[in-house]
């Protein structure tokens, strides 16, 4: 398994951005679809987004689509979201995953092996 930690959450302002990073260490980053999802207290995991193994392909949620934006470094072993126009729904704790496949349509939490520790977006109104 790759092994992932992220930073970059903090508290913003409604209408602020802030960017997450993941690096990854410990297997060829490049094998993995990356992806970023988030829990929200009294809520299951949610997915936000994912990206291909070479970069060119994304998905994204509709809560976060035209406003976030992902995005990765694979000579840095590192993905990132870019979160823009950030409203208070937003807050939530936010987590990097790895899924050794193929196809970027994956969504489902259970099909990423690999878990970053999560790190708090606070978004206040």
């Known amino acids: 398994q790759v092994q992932l930690v992220e930073s970059g959450g903090g508290l913003v302002q409604a209408g602020g951005s802030l960017r997450l990073s993941c690096t990854a260490s410990g297997r060829t980053f490049n094998n993995y679809i990356m992806g970023w999802f988030r829990q929200a207290p009294g809520k299951e995991r949610e997915f936000v987004a994912t990206i291909s193994r070479s970069g060119g392909s994304t998905r994204y949620s509709d809560s976060v689509k035209g406003r976030f934006t992902i995005s990765r470094d694979n000579a840095k072993n590192t993905a990132y979201l870019q979160m823009n126009s950030l409203k208070p729904e937003d807050t939530a704790v936010y987590y990097c995953?790895?899924?050794?496949?193929?196809?970027?349509?994956?969504?489902?939490?259970?099909?990423?092996?690999?878990w970053g520790q999560g790190t708090q977006v606070t978004v206040s109104s």
């Open positions: 995953a790895a899924a050794n496949t193929f196809y970027v349509g994956v969504s489902n939490p259970a099909d990423f092996g690999s």
